[in-house]
């Protein structure tokens, strides 16, 4: 992480920097760096951006895509920024609506 936060400092304005390595086979956690100096104050090194909440923004692309094309939409398909409602299987509190139903039974 040290190595890369300087350069990523000059070429994104990026003052800090973290980490997360992951078996691939296992999923298990390896290493985590949370920050480019725990005791940088002016960097809010304490602020752990490995494990901070942030917005997925284009993360998730990958998986809609996929799962659209999977359903048969391709790059032509238009789909229109219309008010939609979508039936809920919860209530307002996260409670379920139905039973939940094994399939193997």
């Not at 997360?20 to 602020?47: A, I, Q, W």
């Amino acid at each position: 992480v040290a190595r890369y936060a300087e350069e990523n400092e000059k070429k994104f304005n990026a003052s800090n920097a973290g980490m997360v390595g992951v078996d691939p086979k296992t999923g298990h956690v390896l290493v985590m760096v949370g920050s480019r100096d725990y005791f940088d104050v002016s960097r809010e090194g304490n602020f752990n951006v490995a494990l901070a909440r942030r917005q997925p923004g284009s993360a998730f692309k990958p998986f809609v895509y996929a799962t659209a094309f999977k359903k048969g939409y391709t790059p032509e398909t238009a789909v229109f920024d219309l008010k939609t409602q979508f039936q809920t299987t919860c209530d307002s509190e996260g409670n379920p609506l139905y039973e939940h139903v094994d399939p193997e039974e």
